[in-house]
T-cell receptor, first 115, second 113 residues
Framework: SAVISQKPSRDICQRGTSLTIQCQVDSQVTMMFWYRQQPGQSLTLIATANQGSEATYESGFVIDKFPISRPNLTFSTLTVSNMSPEDSSIYLC????????????FGPGTRLTVL | KQEVTQIPAALSVPEGENLVLNCSFT??????LQWFRQDPGKGLTSLLLIQSSQREQTSGRLNASLDKSSGRSTLYIAASQPGDSATYLC????????????FGQGTRLTINP
């Protein structure tokens, strides 16, 4: 299993500013995933973060808007840059600490509101 | 492209009833299927994981089935309780694309006392 913490749990930000979300895992994992959940919607994968290499972004998400750091095997950050109200969402960090066929675990999420 | 659909979008039932939530997916090339629970404003809690070679998994009052050939899964909740009220999400793990999960839109379940 894995226990994941995220900071901040929620924030209210002004348009045009940036917010960095931190994700800490209690065990070493190869890949960490960042998801977005817009209001009333399901989860969409933003990117996969591998330690020691560039993150892999899904279609519709770009590094300039969502830069990701992965300095070690237990930590990652996601920055939401130049925010607009459309970025208001819950952002979730996720890991699969075992084999690909194992359970995937999610953090508690960061609820972001952009005014 | 894998698409995951959950029916119904919302369900409200009285306490004590047994109920079934449905999940369908378009591509049977999956590693496994996972059911999650999400409480309002919270993260996801894993409920059950079914490997592609399995037919069902059980945990307490929950039973999940998988028919990979037809692209369907069901989550059966027995003797529902008000504490079961939450949004239930199913997700399939693709064989291709690393360990990517593709989620359905969820079923919002309300159990009335």
């Amino acid at each position: 299993s894995a226990v994941i913490s995220q900071k901040p749990s929620r924030d209210i930000c002004q348009r045009g500013t940036s917010l960095t979300i931190q994700c800490q895992v209690d065990s070493q994992v190869t890949m960490m995933f960042w998801y977005r959940q817009q209001p009333g919607q399901s989860l969409t994968l933003i990117a996969t973060a591998n330690q020691g290499s560039e993150a892999t972004y899904e279609s519709g998400f770009v590094i300039d808007k969502f830069p990701i750091s992965r300095p070690n095997l237990t930590f990652s950050t996601l920055t939401v840059s130049n925010m607009s109200p459309e970025d208001s969402s819950i952002y979730l960090c996720s890991v699969n600490p075992g084999q690909p066929g194992d359970t995937q675990y999610f953090g508690p999420g960061t609820r972001l509101t952009v005014l | 492209k894998q698409e995951v659909t959950q029916i119904p979008a919302a369900l409200s039932v009285p306490e004590g009833e047994n109920l079934v939530l449905n999940c369908s997916f378009t591509d049977s090339a999956i590693y496994n299927l996972q059911w999650f629970r999400q409480d309002p404003g919270k993260g996801l809690t894993s409920l059950l994981l079914i490997q592609s070679s399995q037919r069902e998994q059980t945990s307490g009052r929950l039973n999940a089935s998988l028919d990979k050939s037809s692209g369907r899964s069901t989550l059966y909740i027995a003797a529902s309780q008000p504490g079961d009220s939450a949004t239930y999400l199913c997700a399939v793990r693709l064989i291709q694309g690393a360990q990517k999960l593709v989620f359905g839109q969820g079923t919002r379940l309300t159990i009335n006392p």
